[in-house]
């Protein structure tokens, strides 16, 4: 029997609300106020987000940030730093207690980010997933993952590259020696791909056509690699109300930016 | 007058490990132990919460005891971990700052 998820399709928005309401859609899962979810969206304006263990000022040019418009926000999830533009970003929640939470978080990796494999299958890309929380394509990454566990659930989130600017991201990144910059940006050219990259017909497609090409694609091949039934809904007021106090009290915080 | 206390920076991706970043502050002993440390880094730990913990709680150890009291704070306190293990700060230490090992030694260059 397919397991039911609501599917969340919550467009473009700040950095800030996004974490918020991911935080949120735990919460209410792990109240038991809401079903296991699946939520597709993007990211307006640009943002780079850090993982929790990493360190603000080692990681990110604050003041470069500030000048391209460039948001930046804390993850409640480990892992790198992510520039988040052109992609389609997802996050799944469930409960620990359900079939498809793996125990050990290497298992859960490899279960959950079946979907995006199959997702990108439906959209001519041929992936694998390559341990611990990558998704790549011809030896290069596509997909980064994230996963904490939390309140008795599972929260990942992850980003599929539609397109990448690695002068862009280098400009907002931090450098060990400006000297290093251009083989960074050489290296991330040869390790990273996206999907227009990778078929160069969707360069011809309009982005924001071509993401909501990819969330339908993610949709199905979530529901067809994880057996879900997707029951689409809307962000209920309450979970709304709760997501804007997240952004603005937390992620928005300072405090919370430079926790390391 | 009491010494400062050095501070060490190091950086690194040991094998079958993320970026790993450590900030030591080391008692300027001729056998030096940690008085903090932080480790930032791209790596995963499961409840991250915990992992603050599993910091402060190092506070004490040695440099050669680092990545053994790492492994047991972790059990302990019931961390999953991905990207990061007690092999991989010692092998970080061992690379770049192998002279907190073998203080007889001294540092290559001053911390």
């Known amino acids: ?260 | 007058m009491t010494e400062k206390p050095a501070i060490l920076n190091l950086q690194g991706k040991p094998p079958g490990c993320k970026l790993l970043r450590l900030s030591l502050t080391l008692t300027k002993d001729p056998n030096p132990i940690i008085q903090s440390i932080s480790i930032h880094g791209d790596f995963f730990a499961v409840p991250e919460e915990a992992f603050d913990a599993v910091e402060r709680e190092l506070a004490g150890t040695t440099p050669a005891q680092l990545g053994r009291r790492f492994n047991a704070l972790a059990e302990a306190h019931s961390l999953q971990l991905a990207g990061i293990s007690g092999d991989g700060l010692d092998t970080l230490i061992a690379s770049e700052a192998p002279w907190l090992l073998n203080p007889e030694q001294g540092p290559r260059h001053a911390p």
């Open chain 1, 1 to 260: 029997m397919p397991h039911e998820f609501r599917l969340l399709s919550t467009g473009f928005n700040s950095a800030t609300f996004n974490m918020g309401l991911d935080e949120t859609l735990l919460h209410k899962v792990a109240q038991g106020s809401s079903l296991p979810v699946l939520r597709l969206y993007g990211w307006s304006p640009p943002a780079i987000s850090l993982g929790y263990f990493q360190g603000l000022e080692e990681e990110v040019d604050v003041n470069a940030c500030r000048t391209e418009g460039v948001d930046i926000v804390r993850r409640i999830t480990g892992g790198g730093a992510v520039f988040h533009q052109h992609e389609l970003t997802y996050s799944i929640v469930l409960p620990l207690t359900h079939p498809l939470a793996e125990s050990n978080i290497l298992d859960s990796y490899r279960t959950l980010c079946s979907g995006i494999v199959a997702g990108l299958a439906l959209l001519g890309i041929e992936a694998e997933f390559a341990p611990i929380n990558d998704i790549v394509t011809d030896g290069r990454k596509i997909s980064g993952n994230a996963q904490t566990r939390k309140q008795g659930c599972i929260l990942q989130h992850g980003t599929i590259l539609i397109d990448v600017d690695p002068d862009l991201m280098f400009r907002l990144l931090k450098v060990p020696a400006e000297k290093n910059r251009g083989r960074l940006i050489a290296d991330v050219k040869a390790r990273v791909t996206s999907l227009r990259q990778m078929r160069p017909e969707y360069t011809s497609i309009p982005f924001e056509s071509l993401y909501e090409q990819t969330a339908q694609a993610m949709a199905h091949g979530f529901t067809e690699a994880l057996d879900l039934r997707l029951i689409p809904d809307e962000v209920q007021s309450e979970e709304l109300e709760e997501a804007v106090q997240r952004a603005r009290e937390k992620f928005g915080s300072w405090a919370w930016t430079r926790l390391r």
